[in-house]
C-alpha cells in the first residue's frame, strides 16, 4: 500500500502533525488511561521488590567475613549462571552485591513488562478489531505503535528514575547516588530493548499472544545467553541484552557506555519493527494464514480430543522449554562437584543441613525453579477454560451434549496430565545431561525422584486455579500468586534466608527436597487428597453458577 | 405433547438489574415463533435461560418436558443453537467447528451438511480467525441445521448475512417448519419474523407484552385507510377508534383501531366509496406502538435534562 498524495489529504495529515505519526499524541495520552492502574502496579512492584532486597543485605550479611563467604558461594559457573558476571565478587560490598544478585533477574521482569506493553497497545488492539475503528480516524500507519513505544520507553524511564531515588535514599554502605543512577538506568535500558523486540515480533504473526510470545522467548533466550556466558567467563555475555546491562557494574566500576548498545539495539529494532509494519495489512501477519482441513478429524470431536487441540501449542512450546532448561543445567553438576569442594566454609554450612553433597543441594535448588516453570504452564492450561467463557466460544460447546463438568473436566485433565510431564521432562534433560558427569551412583533415579515429587504441588495449583474458575470467575487471575509467591520463595528464599513459615505457606514449600532431604509419602498424599478436594469444589461449583456470556 | 416451551414469572436478575421481570412465553410444538424487541429488553437471556447457561433466579421453565438447566445434558441433544454473535476458534477451521459442535451434540448428518455448506456458500477450509461476521454465522447456522433437531433456538441468527444468504436463510427455516420442528426466532428484523412466524411474542424491559398470531395482533392494532369518495366525508372524527383522520374534497385517510373497522367503513359508505385501500399494520407499527410510550418517555426526560428514563 502506498499513500496517496491528493491534495486534501495532505493538508489533513500535515494539520493533525505529520503523516504516519498523525494522532500519536491522542494515542498515547489514550494508551496511558488504559494503563492507569497497570502501570502503577508494575512500577511500585519492581521497585519496592528491589528495596526489599537491599534493605535486607546489611542485616544479612553485617561483617565483610560473610560477605566474603557469600561472594565465596557465589564463584562457582552455577552460581554465576543465576546471578551474574564475576567481576562483581572482586569487591562484594552492598552496592554490587544488589547489582550482581538482582539486576539480572529484575531485568527480566522489566523485559517482560515491556514485551506485554508494546504487544498489548499494538497487536492485541488489531487482532481484536478495534485497531480497524482507530484507523479510520485521523491515525497515521505508524502511530500505534509509535505510541505503545513512547509510553514503554517512558514507564521504563519513570522506573529508573524511581529506583535511582529510592535506592539512593536508603543509605546503605555502597549504594551510592552513581551507582544507583546507573543502576536504574540499566534496568530502563535493557526494558527499552525489549520493548524493540516487541515492536518486531507483533509485526510476524497475527495474534497477540504469538506475538507476546516471541517476545518473552528472546527475554527467556537472552537470560539464558548471559548465564552461559557468566558462568564459563566466556564473551558470550556480550551477545545479551541483559548481559549489557550488567556489563555496566553499577555501584563496582560505574561504566555507562555498555548501555549505548542497549539504546543502539533497541533503535535498530524499532526501525525494523517499523518498516515491517509497512509491508502488511492492518490486522494480517507476516506470515501467511493457512488454510486448513474442511472436515474435522474424529479425535477432534471427543471433549478431550477437542480440549487438547486447543492446548496443543502451549504443550509443545512449553514441553520444548522445559527439555532446553534441564539440559542448560545439566552440564553444571560437574562444576558444582569440583569447585565448591575447596570453600571450606560451604562445607560446614551444608553439614549443618545433614550432609548432603553440593551437587544434592544445587540439584534440589534447580529443582524447585523447575517446578514453578511447570506450574506457570499449569496456571495457564486451567485458566484456558476461562478464556474460552469469556470470549463466548464456550457457549455453543454447552449448548450440545457435552455437560459442564466434561467440558472443564477435558482442560483440567491437560492440565493435571501435562504440569507433571512438563517437571518430568526438564528433570529426565537435567538427569540426562548432568547424571552421568558426577560420580555419584543412582544420581539419575534421584533427579527423577525429586522431579516427581512436585507432581502433587503441581496438581494443588491447578486445584487452586479450578476453584477460582468455580466459584469466583472474575478473580481466576489470582492462581498466578501461587506461582509468583512459589517463585519469590524458591528464588529469594537462599538469598534472604526467609524464615520457615514463608515457605509453609506454598505448597510447593512442602514437597521433600530431594536428593537433599529423603523420599516421604504424607506430604505428598495430602497435597494430592487437597488437590482433590479442590478440583471437586472448582466442578462442583462450574456446575452451578452462570456461565457469562458477552 | 403441543408445547415445546412453557415459562411463566421468569424471573433473572444480574446484581441490581432486573434482567427478566416475571416472564411468560409458550411455543407450541410444530410452531415457528418469532420473539421480537429490541436489543436489551431480555431476548438472548431468556433463550440462555432455555439453554441452561444462566439459571433462572425463580418461575417455572419447561423445555420438551424437561427442565432446562437440571437436565441440560439430556436435552442439548435435541435442540441446536445459533447465536447472535458467533465466536470461533481462530485455529480450527469452519468445517472442523460444524464437525465438533454437531458431533457433541451426538451426531451431524453427513449429507445435509454439505448441502448446507453448499447452499450458504461456505468455504469450511479456512481457518476460523480469517471468517467475516457473516461467514461465522454461516457457520453456527450449518452445525444448528445439519442434524434433525426437535427444537431450533436462533437469537437473531442471520445479522452479517448479506440478503441473498437471508433468503437461503428463510428457506431453510421453511423447511424445517415443514418438517415439522419447533422453531424460537429471535429476531429484530420484522420482514424475517412475518414472512416465517406462526406467532409471535413481544418482549419488552424483560416481560412479554404481546403474545399471539399476526392476525391477532393486527385486529388488535390499527388498520390504515384511504377512500375516494364521492362526496366530502364529515363526521369521522367523532367515531370512536377513528386516528389521525386526514380529510380532502373526495379523499380520505384515517388510521381505525381493529376493533371499530367495521363502523368506520359503515359511515364511509354513506359517501359514496369510488376507491378503497386499506394497509395492514405492519410489524413495525406492531412494536412501534409497543415502544412508542418508552420512546415519549424518553424524550420527555432529555427536555427535562434528565437521561435517568433512558434505556437502550
Do not use: C
Amino acid at each position: 500500500m502506498t499513500a496517496t498524495a491528493t491534495p486534501a489529504v495532505g493538508r489533513t495529515t500535515e494539520r493533525a502533525g505529520g503523516g504516519a505519526l498523525a494522532g500519536t499524541g491522542v494515542l498515547l495520552r489514550f494508551d496511558l488511561r488504559r494503563d492507569r492502574v497497570r502501570v502503577p502496579v508494575w512500577l511500585a512492584a519492581l521497585t519496592l521488590g528491589t528495596l526489599w532486597v537491599a534493605a535486607a543485605f546489611p542485616q544479612l550479611y553485617p561483617t565483610a567475613a560473610e560477605r566474603q563467604a557469600a561472594a565465596a558461594t557465589m564463584n562457582s559457573p552455577a552460581g554465576l549462571a543465576f546471578t551474574g558476571p564475576a567481576h562483581y565478587l572482586s569487591d562484594y560490598y552492598y552496592g554490587s552485591m544488589l547489582s550482581h544478585q538482582m539486576l539480572g533477574f529484575m531485568v527480566i521482569m522489566v523485559g517482560i513488562m515491556s514485551v506485554l506493553m508494546v504487544a498489548r497497545h499494538t497487536r492485541t488492539e488489531e487482532e481484536t478489531g478495534r485497531a480497524e475503528l482507530v484507523r479510520a480516524a485521523v491515525v497515521g500507519r505508524h502511530a500505534q505503535l509509535a505510541a505503545a513505544l513512547i509510553l514503554t520507553v517512558a514507564v521504563n524511564i519513570a522506573l529508573a528514575l524511581l529506583l535511582t531515588l529510592s535506592l539512593g535514599s536508603l543509605g546503605i554502605g555502597g549504594v551510592t547516588w552513581a551507582g544507583s543512577l546507573l543502576y536504574g538506568a540499566a534496568h530502563a535500558a535493557a526494558g527499552i530493548t525489549f520493548a524493540g523486540v516487541a515492536a518486531v515480533t507483533v509485526q510476524i504473526t497475527e495474534h497477540s499472544r504469538g506475538a507476546s510470545g516471541m517476545g518473552l522467548a528472546v527475554v527467556g533466550a537472552a537470560y539464558l545467553v548471559r548465564a552461559a556466558g557468566d558462568s564459563a567467563g566466556s564473551g558470550l555475555s556480550w551477545a545479551s541484552p541483559i548481559g549489557w546491562a550488567q556489563q555496566t557494574f553499577a555501584y563496582l566500576d560505574n561504566h555507562w557506555w555498555p548501555l549505548l548498545l542497549n539504546l543502539a539495539a533497541a533503535a535498530a529494532l524499532a526501525a525494523l519493527g517499523f518498516a515491517l509494519s509497512t509491508r502488511r495489512d492492518l490486522g494480517a501477519g507476516l506470515r501467511a494464514a493457512r488454510r486448513g482441513r474442511p472436515e474435522a478429524s474424529r479425535a477432534l470431536t471427543t471433549p478431550l480430543g477437542f480440549a487438547l487441540r486447543l492446548h496443543r501449542g502451549m504443550l509443545i512450546g512449553f514441553a520444548v522449554g522445559m527439555l532446553v532448561l534441564g539440559m542448560s543445567y545439566g552440564p553444571f553438576l560437574a562444576d558444582v562437584e569440583t569447585k565448591l569442594q575447596s570453600v571450606e566454609v560451604l562445607k560446614e554450612a551444608l553439614a549443618q543441613l545433614g550432609g548432603a553433597t553440593f551437587v544434592d543441594s544445587f540439584i534440589a535448588m534447580i529443582m524447585t525453579l523447575l517446578a514453578v516453570v511447570a506450574a506457570i504452564y499449569v496456571v495457564i492450561a486451567t485458566l484456558r477454560p476461562r478464556s474460552e467463557e469469556s470470549s463466548g466460544r464456550a457457549e455453543p460447546v454447552l449448548a450440545t451434549g457435552l455437560s459442564r463438568a466434561g467440558w472443564l473436566g477435558s482442560h483440567l485433565a491437560v492440565a493435571l496430565v501435562g504440569g507433571p510431564v512438563m517437571i518430568l521432562l526438564a528433570g529426565l534433560a537435567l538427569a540426562a545431561t548432568g547424571a552421568p558427569t558426577v560420580d555419584e551412583s543412582g544420581l539419575f533415579w534421584e533427579i527423577i525422584a525429586a522431579a516427581a515429587a512436585y507432581i502433587p504441588a503441581l496438581w494443588v495449583t491447578a486445584g487452586l486455579a479450578v476453584a477460582l474458575v468455580g466459584w469466583f470467575p472474575r478473580a481466576s487471575a489470582l492462581a498466578w500468586l501461587v506461582v509468583v509467591y512459589a517463585g519469590v520463595v524458591g528464588y529469594f528464599g537462599t538469598i534472604l534466608r526467609f524464615p520457615g513459615w514463608m515457605s509453609n505457606l506454598s505448597p510447593f514449600g512442602h514437597i521433600p527436597r530431594i536428593p537433599v532431604e529423603g523420599f516421604s509419602w504424607t506430604p505428598l498424599l495430602v497435597l494430592t487428597a487437597i488437590a482433590a478436594g479442590l478440583i471437586a469444589l472448582g466442578l462442583y461449583g462450574f456446575r452451578r453458577r452462570d456461565l457469562e456470556t458477552k | 405433547m403441543t408445547t415445546a416451551i412453557a415459562i411463566s414469572g421468569l424471573v433473572k436478575t444480574f446484581g441490581s438489574t432486573r434482567a427478566l421481570d416475571g416472564l411468560d412465553l409458550t411455543v407450541n410444538t410444530g410452531e415457528v415463533h418469532g420473539f421480537l424487541g429490541p436489543n436489551g429488553a431480555g431476548k438472548s437471556t431468556t433463550i440462555r435461560v432455555l439453554l441452561g447457561i444462566l439459571r433462572a433466579d425463580s418461575g417455572s421453565v419447561t423445555m420438551l418436558g424437561g427442565d432446562p438447566w437440571a437436565d441440560a445434558v439430556a436435552l442439548h441433544p435435541r435442540l441446536a443453537y445459533v447465536p447472535g454473535d458467533v465466536e470461533l476458534w481462530p485455529g480450527l477451521t469452519g468445517g472442523e467447528a460444524i464437525d465438533l459442535l454437531g458431533r457433541l451434540r451426538g451426531g451431524l448428518d453427513r449429507r445435509r451438511r454439505d448441502e448446507l455448506i453448499e447452499r450458504f456458500d461456505l468455504d469450511p477450509s479456512k481457518k476460523g480467525r480469517t471468517y467475516s461476521k457473516g461467514n461465522r454465522q454461516k457457520v453456527a447456522i450449518v452445525a444448528a441445521l445439519a442434524f434433525e433437531a426437535e427444537l431450533l433456538l436462533l437469537d437473531e441468527p442471520t445479522a452479517g448475512l448479506d440478503p441473498l444468504m437471508e433468503v437461503v436463510f428463510q428457506d431453510v427455516i421453511g423447511e424445517a417448519k415443514a418438517a415439522g420442528r419447533t422453531v424460537l426466532l429471535s429476531s429484530h428484523i420484522l420482514a424475517q419474523v412475518e414472512k416465517l412466524a406462526d406467532r409471535v411474542s413481544i418482549i419488552r424491559l424483560g416481560k412479554i407484552v404481546q403474545s399471539g398470531t399476526l392476525a391477532e395482533m393486527r385486529h388488535l392494532t390499527r388498520t390504515t385507510i384511504e377512500a375516494d369518495t364521492a362526496g366530502r366525508v364529515t363526521g369521522l372524527e367523532q367515531l370512536p377508534g377513528v386516528h389521525d383522520a386526514e380529510v380532502g374534497d373526495g379523499r380520505v385517510r384515517f388510521a381505525v383501531d381493529g376493533a371499530h373497522l367495521d363502523g368506520a367503513i359503515r359511515h364511509l359508505s354513506g359517501f359514496g366509496i369510488r376507491a378503497l385501500t386499506s394497509h395492514p399494520p405492519t410489524l413495525e407499527e406492531l412494536m412501534l406502538r409497543h415502544y412508542g410510550d418508552e420512546l415519549a418517555a424518553e424524550h420527555a426526560a432529555e427536555h427535562q435534562g434528565t437521561r435517568q428514563a433512558v434505556r437502550k
